[in-house]
C-alpha cells in the first residue's frame, strides 16, 4: 500500500474506554453504549485550527487494534516513538516502557483471539498544540484457544475491569503504517464492522458481485465488500474510508463505491476495483404512511419491490419503467417514470433524503434543512453522500392501460411521424408515457412501442396513442390493463442480466427529419459489428416535453438545468448488449461513431440541447456540464460545503464526477 507523508510527532495522552462511559464511575458491570454518543457523555473544548492535529491523532490510534488483533506487537514501534510509556497492568498508575508494553501485550494476549472495535470521538489539544487528549471507544472481543476455544475470556493483566478506563502516555510518529491483507481500509472497517465486510469467495462477496446487471460490472474485484444492515452502519463505514481514505491520499484500497440497484453497465460505476463496494442490498424498507401521502423506500431495493408492495395498497410513486432497475441510482440521477408527464422527474417527487455525509454524519436533508444540499442531490447522482432513506410523494393509483406493440421496419415513416405527433401534442397529454424502440436483433430490424396512459379508471386505447395503434402490420400485441409490476416487468424481459452492455445518449429538439436521420446514423454505425456475438443494439426516442420539464419550480428545484426555454426534447439512448470481452473494443468504437453523427446531425439541423441524462450517460460523457454552467458551479459549492475534504470527488471514482 501507499504511504503517507512523514507527520510531526505529536505527545497526547488517551483514555481508553474499555466499555460505557457515560460517568466515569467505577462499575463492575457497565453497559456499553453505541459510538455515536460517545461524543456526548465526555465534553472538551476543540477550536477549529486544531483539525489537521486531531486527524493525525485519529490516524495514529486507528493502527492499534490492527497491530493487537494481528498479534504483531513489535509493529507498535512503527507508530510509537523509543521513548513511549503507557501503563498496561496493574498498579494502574505506574507506567512502563515500549519494550515492557511489547512484552506484557505478548504475553497477555497471545493466547487469545481478538477483534477490537475503534472509534475515536473527543481529542483536545491541550495550549502550545505539543500535547493532546483522546477520548477513544474500544469494545474488545477475546475468545480463548486450546482449552478455551470458544470461551469469552479476560486476558491476565491486561485490563482491570475493576476500573472504567486507563491512560496512556504515547508519543505518535506516523512515518509508517502498518500493512494488511486487503489493504488499510479493508481491516479498519472489519475491526468496526465485523462480519458485515466481507471477502473474496465468500457466500455474501460472490452473491453481491454477481447482482450486478452488467457482465462489467460482475468481473469488477474489489478488496471487500461492505454490507450495512443500518445508517449507523453506513455511517460508520463512511467515517473509516473517509478517516483512514484522507490519511492514504486516498489511495486504490481505500476508495469505494456505491451499490443499490447495481443496474448501470460502466465498470466501476456502482463498485471498486481494488478497492471497496458498499452494497446497500439490505435497505429495502417500503413504508406507506398512514395518510398515504408519503413512501418511505430504501435505496437498495429494485423497483419491482417497491412496485409489488404498493400495488396490493392502491398506491403509487413515480420511479423506474424498468423492474430490475435500482432505486437509488434512478432518483439521484434524475429519473424517469410513467407518471413524469404528471409529476416530473422523478427526483422532483422526494421530500426528504437520509443521507450520510463525508466521516459519517447522518442528516435530514429537505427543503427546510439545507436547501441547497436538496437541490444538489436531485441529478447530483452519488457526489454528495449515501442515500439511505428516500421519502416520496405518493398518490391513490390503481390498474391501468399499457404494453407493446411491434412493428416491421417498414413502417418506419408512420411511426416517426405518429412520434411526433404525440410528442409535439399542445397540450401534451399527461397521462401517456411512450419509448418508441428500433431494435435490431437476429439480422433484422424491428420497431416496438412501449405505452402506458395512466389515467384512472383504466381507458383502453385512448385517442392519444391511436396514430400508434392504427399502424398495421402488427408483429405482436401486448396491449391491457394492468398494474404497474407488471408492465415494469414486462420491460425488464427486453433487458436481462449478465451480459456485457453499454448505454450511450444525446438529447435534442422535435424533428421527424433528424429522428429519421438519427435512425440511419445507427444503422450505418450497426455495420462493422452486426457479427458480433449475441448483439442486440437498440435505439429509443423517448418525449421530453415541457410539461415533464417545467415541474421543477423555485420552491422545489432541481439541478437538472432544464425548463420551458428548451421547449419540447427528445432523449434518445443507444443500447447494446453482446457476449464477448473480445468484441468491446468494436462495439464501443461503433456507438462513439453512432453518437458523433447523431450530434452532428442535431447541430445541423439546429436541434441540438447539451442536456445529457445522468442514467443513460456513457464513460467519456459528462451528463453534470450538460446541467449548465450555473448548475455545475453550484454543485461545486455545494459539493465543498459540505464534503470540504473532498471524500466523495477524490474517494468515489465511479459514475460522473462534479
Not at 456499553?32 to 490516524?59: C, E, G, H, K, M
Not at 482491570?160 to 509508517?176: I, K, M, P
Not at 417500503?286 to 395498497?313: E, H, M
Amino acid at each position: 500500500m501507499s504511504r503517507p507523508r512523514t507527520l510531526p510527532a505529536i505527545s497526547i495522552i488517551i483514555l481508553f474506554i474499555l466499555n460505557a462511559i457515560s460517568s466515569f464511575a467505577q462499575d463492575s458491570h457497565p453497559v456499553p453504549i453505541s459510538i455515536s454518543d460517545v461524543a456526548t457523555s465526555y465534553s472538551l473544548s476543540l477550536t477549529r485550527q486544531d483539525a489537521a492535529i486531531q486527524d493525525q491523532i485519529r490516524n495514529t490510534l486507528a493502527h492499534y487494534p490492527l497491530a493487537l488483533d494481528g498479534k504483531n506487537f513489535a509493529a507498535l514501534n512503527l507508530f510509537y516513538t523509543a521513548d513511549a510509556v503507557a501503563n498496561y497492568s496493574e498498579p494502574i498508575n505506574v507506567l512502563i516502557g515500549l519494550s515492557q508494553i511489547e512484552a506484557v501485550l505478548e504475553q497477555s494476549l497471545r493466547p487469545v483471539l481478538t477483534q477490537h472495535a475503534y472509534g475515536t470521538q473527543v481529542i483536545e489539544i491541550e495550549k502550545g498544540k505539543s500535547r493532546a487528549r483522546a477520548l477513544t471507544y474500544f469494545t474488545a472481543t477475546h475468545l480463548g484457544r486450546g482449552n478455551a476455544t470458544g470461551k469469552a475470556v479476560l486476558p491476565q493483566s491486561s485490563y482491570n475491569w475493576e476500573h472504567r478506563f486507563v491512560q496512556h502516555t504515547v508519543q505518535a510518529d506516523l512515518n509508517s503504517v502498518l500493512d494488511s491483507p486487503g489493504g488499510a481500509c479493508c481491516a479498519a472497517l472489519s475491526y468496526v464492522l465485523g462480519a458485515k465486510v466481507v471477502y473474496p469467495l465468500s457466500p455474501g462477496y460472490v452473491g453481491t458481485t454477481s447482482s450486478f446487471w452488467a457482465a462489467q460490472e460482475q468481473a469488477v474485484t474489489p478488496n471487500c465488500i461492505v454490507e450495512p444492515t443500518s445508517a449507523k452502519d453506513v455511517s460508520a463505514a463512511v467515517f473509516v474510508l473517509s478517516t483512514v481514505g484522507k490519511h492514504t491520499q486516498f489511495s486504490d484500497e481505500c476508495k469505494f463505491g456505491i451499490k443499490g440497484g447495481g443496474h448501470t453497465p460502466q465498470m466501476g460505476a456502482a463498485s471498486q476495483p481494488g478497492g471497496v463496494t458498499i452494497d446497500l442490498a439490505a435497505f429495502k424498507q417500503v413504508d406507506v404512511s398512514a395518510d398515504r401521502k408519503t413512501t418511505s423506500i430504501g435505496p437498495g431495493n429494485r423497483w419491482v419491490d417497491v412496485y409489488s408492495k404498493l400495488d396490493s395498497q392502491g398506491v403509487a410513486i413515480p420511479g423506474g419503467r424498468v423492474a430490475t432497475v435500482g432505486v437509488g441510482g434512478l432518483i439521484t440521477g434524475g429519473g424517469v417514470s410513467f407518471f413524469s408527464g404528471r409529476f416530473g422527474f422523478v427526483c422532483d417527487n422526494v421530500i426528504n433524503y437520509e443521507l450520510v455525509l463525508p466521516y459519517g454524519r447522518v442528516v435530514n436533508v429537505n427543503a427546510s434543512s439545507s436547501p441547497d444540499l436538496y437541490k444538489a442531490l436531485k441529478g447530483g447522482s452519488n457526489n454528495f453522500g449515501i442515500v439511505t432513506r428516500f421519502d416520496m410523494k405518493s398518490f391513490e393509483s390503481g390498474p391501468f392501460w399499457g404494453g407493446a406493440v411491434v412493428n416491421p421496419i417498414t413502417t418506419l415513416p408512420q411511426q416517426v411521424a405518429a412520434f411526433v405527433d404525440i410528442a409535439g401534442a399542445q397540450p401534451y397529454d399527461e397521462y401517456a408515457a411512450l419509448i418508441h424502440s428500433y431494435a435490431y436483433t437476429g439480422g433484422n430490424w424491428f420497431i416496438q412501442n412501449e405505452m402506458q396512459y395512466t389515467k384512472q379508471p383504466a381507458q383502453p386505447y385512448p385517442p392519444t396513442f391511436k396514430p400508434f395503434t392504427d399502424i398495421q402490420p402488427q408483429l405482436s400485441n401486448t396491449l391491457r390493463i394492468s398494474n404497474l409490476t407488471d408492465f415494469t416487468l414486462e420491460l425488464a424481459t427486453t433487458s436481462p442480466p449478465g451480459r456485457r452492455a453499454l448505454f450511450i445518449t444525446l438529447t435534442h429538439g422535435l424533428s421527424a427529419p433528424l429522428i429519421t436521420q438519427i435512425y440511419n446514423e445507427a444503422d450505418k454505425a450497426l455495420q462493422p459489428i452486426k457479427l458480433v456475438a449475441g448483439l442486440v443494439y437498440a435505439l429509443s426516442f423517448q418525449p421530453l416535453p415541457t410539461a415533464i420539464t417545467t415541474k421543477a419550480t423555485p420552491a422545489n428545484p432541481n439541478s437538472l438545468g432544464l425548463d420551458a426555454s428548451d421547449g419540447n426534447l427528445v432523449l434518445d439512448l443507444l443500447t447494446v448488449t453482446w457476449s464477448l470481452p473480445a468484441d468491446d473494443a468494436a462495439v464501443t468504437a461503433a456507438a462513439n461513431t453512432f453518437l458523433a453523427a447523431a450530434k452532428a446531425a442535431s447541430v445541423k439541423a439546429g436541434k441540438s440541447n447539451e442536456y445529457l441524462y445522468l442514467n443513460y450517460a456513457a464513460p467519456g460523457q459528462d451528463p453534470i456540464r450538460g446541467y449548465g454552467a450555473g448548475n455545475q458551479a453550484e454543485l461545486r459549492r455545494v459539493s465543498r460545503v459540505y464534503d470540504p475534504d473532498q471524500v466523495f470527488q477524490r474517494g468515489v471514482p465511479g459514475a460522473f464526477k462534479l
